[in-house]
């Protein structure tokens, strides 16, 4: 028997939804339907990926385009659309590097591959410059933790949950969705320990006491680390996904506790860094610098995969086995694409743009829907923010069935974007968008939500 076709997009909703229903039924052309049928026969289905919501035929700038020729600004692009879609220069450049060296085999080398190593090392902070670039974000979070074992000769890890480090086997370990972990037969990989991030469930709605969620949460990882006494390192993202954005002073105390245990502190940038946030890597907004760091989706310019990781030079102690042996380690096709991306974040001023926007975008939001009765909280660091969605501002119950509804109606108006936690608006526009765009966009959402409340 075949599995029932189901569309799953956005996080935490209902595969049976009237919203959804509404919006599965609405595409006008058979193109659309046949090419939606076509998905769901070939691929394995599977979360938050296949079958799918709908079509794309055409990809620029802020935009996409379905088959029936629907466009819709893209306020989600998977983490990877930074500096839009099919950006000319990037293209540009990849279509000059096809014809001058298309591919290098492992155990040669090539200078394009070696000057984005040296670029990477330059603009992180600290003494990061040892480089290894993999295909993809899980890949390179699980070089990172191969580092830390051999730099430490330690197994475990501390991370939290609800983060997200990939879908690889060991990626899933240390992350901490349910949709990544479920499924599995067996355990996972041994000695992967987590605790509760900041502001979790306990602390949002008000139980934690009044310390809250902030730095109770940085003392349970010291706290861990002591009585552990044998973590190789802790793997977190610099701010949470919903998006939630650390107190002052958490990640001071981090680093802190894992200089005093021993353990590394390993900084997962893969969706938040080169830019977006309005610094060049999230973790500089907190004053802190990780021993490693792992980048990825936007890397590739929104066109190519590529991901790194950047490692403190006196971690260079695996030379005597492989910690990352693939086929496109020094791709010189997907490394001239990253560089041609790190130049355009550079020569367009977008980290400047990011933070400039994104102050402009949650200002707005606050002064259209801070008392709204169904908006629980806006927040955000620089293009990634979001608006919570709840049933009460007193309690925040989360508001799922509301929140669905709102972005369906966003979608029908020509804005796509994806919910987080059930009931988060999150939206993460490219960093070249103009603010008219913007502003529209912003509209857009005010209106939805102002709408669900009648």
Same mark, same amino acid.
């Given at each position: 028997?075949?599995?029932?076709?189901? =569309?799953?997009?956005?996080?935490?909703?209902?595969?049976?939804?009237?919203?959804?229903?509404?919006?599965?039924?609405?595409?006008?052309?058979?193109?659309?339907?046949?090419?939606?049928?076509?998905?769901?026969?070939?691929?394995?289905?599977?979360?938050?990926?296949?079958?799918?919501?709908?079509?794309?035929?055409?990809?620029?700038?802020?935009?996409?385009?379905?088959?029936?020729?629907?466009?819709?600004?893209?306020?989600?692009?998977?983490?990877?659309?930074?500096?839009?879609?099919?950006?000319?220069?990037?293209?540009?450049?990849?279509?000059?590097?096809?014809?001058?060296?298309?591919?290098?085999?492992?155990?040669?080398?090539?200078?394009?591959?070696?000057?984005?190593?040296?670029?990477?090392?330059?603009?992180?902070?600290?003494?990061?410059?040892?480089?290894?670039?993999?295909?993809?974000?899980?890949?390179?979070?699980?070089?990172?933790?191969?580092?830390?074992?051999?730099?430490?000769?330690?197994?475990?890890?501390?991370?939290?949950?609800?983060?997200?480090?990939?879908?690889?086997?060991?990626?899933?370990?240390?992350?901490?969705?349910?949709?990544?972990?479920?499924?599995? @037969?067996?355990?996972?990989?041994?000695?992967?320990?987590? +605790?509760?991030?900041?502001?979790?469930?306990?602390?949002?709605?008000?139980?934690?006491?009044?310390?809250?969620?902030?730095?109770?949460?940085?003392?349970? +990882?010291?706290?861990?680390?002591?009585?552990?006494?044998? +973590?190789?390192?802790?793997?977190?993202?610099?701010?949470?996904?919903?998006?939630?954005?650390?107190?002052?002073?958490?990640?001071?105390?981090?680093?802190?506790?894992?200089?005093?245990?021993?353990?590394?502190? =390993?900084?997962?940038?893969?969706?938040?860094?080169?830019?977006?946030?309005? @610094?060049?890597?999230?973790?500089?907004?907190?004053?802190?610098?990780?021993? =490693?760091?792992?980048?990825?989706?936007?890397?590739?310019?929104?066109?190519?995969?590529? @991901?790194?990781?950047?490692?403190?030079?006196?971690?260079?102690?695996?030379?005597?086995?492989?910690?990352?042996?693939?086929?496109?380690?020094?791709?010189?096709?997907?490394?001239?694409?990253?560089?041609?991306?790190? @130049?355009?974040?550079?020569?367009?001023?977008?980290?400047?743009?990011?933070?400039?926007?994104?102050?402009?975008?949650?200002?707005?939001?606050?002064?259209?829907?801070?008392?709204?009765?169904?908006?629980?909280?806006?927040?955000?660091?620089?293009?990634?923010?979001?608006?919570?969605?709840?049933?009460?501002?007193?309690?925040?119950?989360?508001?799922?069935?509301?929140? &669905?509804?709102?972005?369906?109606?966003?979608?029908?108006?020509?804005?796509?974007?994806?919910?987080?936690?059930?009931?988060?608006?999150?939206?993460?526009?490219?960093?070249?968008?103009?603010?008219?765009?913007?502003?529209?966009?912003?509209?857009?959402?005010?209106?939805?939500?102002?709408? &669900?409340?009648?």
């Amino acid at each position: 028997m075949k599995a029932e076709s189901r =569309i799953t997009h956005t996080e935490g909703e209902s595969n049976t939804s009237e919203a959804r229903r509404k919006w599965a039924a609405c595409h006008p052309d058979a193109a659309t339907r046949d090419l939606l049928a076509r998905d769901a026969e070939a691929f394995l289905h599977q979360s938050l990926s296949s079958p799918c919501l709908s079509t794309i035929a055409k990809a620029e700038g802020i935009w996409i385009e379905d088959t029936a020729g629907r466009r819709f600004m893209d306020f989600h692009g998977n983490s990877v659309h930074h500096i839009g879609y099919s950006h000319p220069r990037v293209v540009a450049a990849i279509k000059a590097q096809l014809d001058d060296l298309s591919f290098s085999p492992r155990r040669f080398t090539n200078d394009v591959s070696v000057e984005l190593a040296e670029t990477l090392g330059k603009i992180v902070p600290g003494d990061l410059g040892k480089v290894l670039f993999t295909t993809g974000g899980s890949d390179a979070n699980e070089v990172a933790l191969r580092i830390a074992r051999a730099a430490t000769g330690r197994f475990k890890t501390l991370s939290f949950w609800d983060a997200f480090h990939g879908a690889g086997f060991g990626a899933s370990s240390v992350g901490g969705e349910a949709t990544f972990r479920s499924g599995i @037969a067996g355990p996972l990989l041994p000695g992967a320990e987590h +605790v509760a991030p900041f502001n979790c469930y306990r602390c949002a709605y008000g139980h934690a006491g009044p310390e809250r969620c902030g730095l109770a949460c940085a003392k349970m +990882v010291d706290y861990v680390l002591e009585r552990e006494g044998d +973590v190789a390192a802790v793997i977190a993202e610099p701010m949470r996904a919903v998006p939630v954005v650390p107190p002052p002073g958490f990640w001071k105390a981090v680093r802190a506790a894992c200089d005093r245990h021993g353990a590394l502190l =390993i900084i997962d940038e893969i969706p938040t860094g080169l830019g977006k946030t309005g @610094a060049m890597f999230a973790f500089e907004h907190d004053g802190v610098i990780p021993d =490693i760091v792992t980048l990825g989706k936007a890397l590739g310019g929104g066109i190519l995969p590529i @991901a790194a990781v950047v490692a403190r030079r006196d971690l260079d102690v695996c030379g005597d086995f492989a910690i990352g042996h693939y086929t496109h380690e020094k791709n010189p096709v997907t490394a001239r694409a990253a560089l041609e991306t790190l @130049a355009v974040i550079r020569d367009e001023g977008l980290v400047a743009r990011a933070a400039e926007l994104g102050a402009h975008a949650q200002t707005r939001l606050r002064e259209a829907l801070g008392d709204h009765p169904l908006v629980g909280d806006i927040r955000g660091r620089g293009l990634m923010f979001g608006v919570e969605i709840v049933e009460d501002r007193d309690t925040r119950v989360p508001a799922k069935e509301r929140a &669905e509804r709102i972005y369906y109606r966003c979608l029908e108006a020509g804005l796509s974007f994806k919910i987080s936690a059930g009931c988060v608006l999150t939206l993460s526009p490219p960093m070249v968008i103009g603010r008219a765009d913007l502003d529209r966009a912003l509209g857009i959402v005010v209106e939805a939500v102002r709408a &669900e409340a009648v």
